[in-house]
């Protein structure tokens, strides 16, 4: 309550935007609607009533052979995809910037990561993603049982998933596209669109960050008729045997909303949005990548700022952005937006003088190296652990892996060996504001312990 007091405009996820986006009548039943597996509601596990046909109108949506409802976010949908298509012990490719749901699914699944590097924005340290031909090259090298590519990413950088997918066609490899950040590309009419638009074999959509549903909803789109029931079962481990009935109506009314008036919705965000890019300096993509058009990321260097900095100057305007790193600050873009959004970025943008060089930024950007696994994440998590100081953790074997939140995407995997650029890195984060979960309040690491060295 304290903090919906400040009055502060959301241009953070989830999209509804404190409710703006969300259907009337749902808003204003919520606990009425909060219900169980009751005759005539059906059950999530085996639907066969109106969960059936509510999951059957979304596959219809995103043109899948099937799509599953998820309560428990897109973190169970990748979880599930992953145990669903690759079998224990086998070699899996993912980005260098997986989310930390990835991690997971290795050590479910006893999987073995393969990091592909990803590329860097050629002025500022933001993850664009990996290329066709790297990929090329470690599908021919690694023999992979799984592809997973990241797209759109936090930032809003969209990879040529159609290239992905006939490529990972070509060596018989299915794919799996986290399309967290990406729901509302479903009914995008510009270049940038969904990674279902290419047919990869199973997307999965965190329906609550841009699709308009409460948090913790998500998609799990499948394009492989021969994965469905594999899918199907991987999804009984990940879900609770209790889903939320406000999460699983709203993705339903959400899918009904992008059917029948995302296109629209779609078209007026791409206004507002264009609107904070006349106001803001910000940044752009190179080829082959695409922008995300509701992702506004605002390079805080020609301020004379640095990202936490303005982030800070944008909560004193009444503004909440989504997040920031040493140079931006980012912005989300829903399909419920309002003049009054971009009316505060005016006056932020008066009350902010732009500067003829761009500013040196103290403190160290956001990097990524290209480490090896000296343990699997699986072999990592059921070692011996000890706590060690931050300071101290150059060298040791990490355990529990530490996160830059958001975005969620691990510094150090579990399995892998800390550096000295992680340490400074991580502490330097944590001086300017930011935070790094497998961090503890008392400035520990969780490590594996000596004789694993």
Not at 10 to 24: E, F, I, M, N, T
Not at 366 to 386: G, I, M, N
Request: a negative charge; proline letters at 7%.
């Amino acid at each position: 309550m304290r903090h919906q007091q400040q009055g502060l405009y959301p241009y953070h996820v989830p999209s509804h935007k404190a409710g703006r986006g969300l259907d009337v009548d749902f808003a204003g039943n919520l606990v009425q609607c909060d219900l169980t597996e009751l005759p005539g509601l059906d059950n999530l596990a085996a639907p066969t009533g109106p969960l059936a046909a509510a999951e059957a109108l979304a596959a219809s949506l995103a043109d899948a052979c099937a799509t599953y409802f998820t309560t428990n976010g897109s973190t169970a949908g990748l979880i599930a995809g992953v145990l669903a298509t690759a079998p224990p012990g086998s070699t899996i490719l993912l980005p260098q910037t997986a989310h930390l749901s990835l991690y997971s699914a290795c050590v479910l699944g006893d999987l073995r990561p393969v990091f592909l590097p990803v590329e860097l924005h050629p002025e500022l340290p933001l993850a664009l993603g990996y290329t066709t031909d790297t990929l090329r090259a470690a599908l021919a090298k690694h023999h992979p049982s799984l592809v997973v590519a990241t797209s759109p990413t936090y930032h809003g950088a969209i990879s040529d998933i159609s290239a992905f997918t006939s490529l990972c066609r070509e060596y018989a490899v299915p794919l799996l596209v986290d399309e967290a950040h990406g729901t509302h590309l479903l009914v995008s009419d510009r270049p940038a669109a969904s990674a279902a638009r290419s047919k990869a074999d199973v997307v999965v959509q965190s329906v609550h960050k841009t699709g308009g549903a409460l948090t913790g909803a998500a998609w799990v789109h499948c394009f492989n008729p021969a994965l469905t029931l594999a899918l199907k079962r991987a999804l009984r481990l990940m879900q609770s045997t209790s889903p939320s009935y406000l999460l699983l109506a709203s993705l339903d009314l959400a899918r009904r909303a992008l059917a029948t008036a995302g296109l629209e919705r779609f078209r007026l965000a791409c206004q507002q949005a264009d609107k904070l890019r006349e106001l803001l300096p910000t940044v752009f993509f190179p080829s082959p990548w695409q922008q995300d058009p509701l992702r506004v990321v605002i390079d805080a260097r020609y301020f004379g700022l640095s990202g936490f900095a303005l982030h800070q100057a944008m909560l004193d305007c009444g503004l909440s952005p989504e997040m920031a790193d040493t140079y931006t600050v980012t912005l989300v873009v829903g399909l419920s937006e309002s003049d009054e959004g971009v009316e505060r970025v005016l006056a932020l943008a008066k009350g902010l003088p732009r500067v003829t060089t761009l500013a040196e930024i103290v403190g160290r950007p956001y990097y990524l190296s290209t480490r090896a696994q000296v343990l699997t994440p699986r072999e990592a998590y059921f070692a011996v652990h000890k706590w060690v100081p931050l300071m101290r953790g150059q060298g040791e074997i990490c355990a529990e892996p530490l996160v830059p939140y958001p975005p969620g995407v691990p510094l150090v995997g579990p399995g892998q060996t800390i550096e000295r650029e992680d340490v400074a890195y991580i502490q330097e984060l944590i001086a300017a504001g930011g935070s790094c979960t497998g961090v503890s309040a008392t400035g520990q690491i969780l490590v594996i312990a000596g004789e694993y060295k």
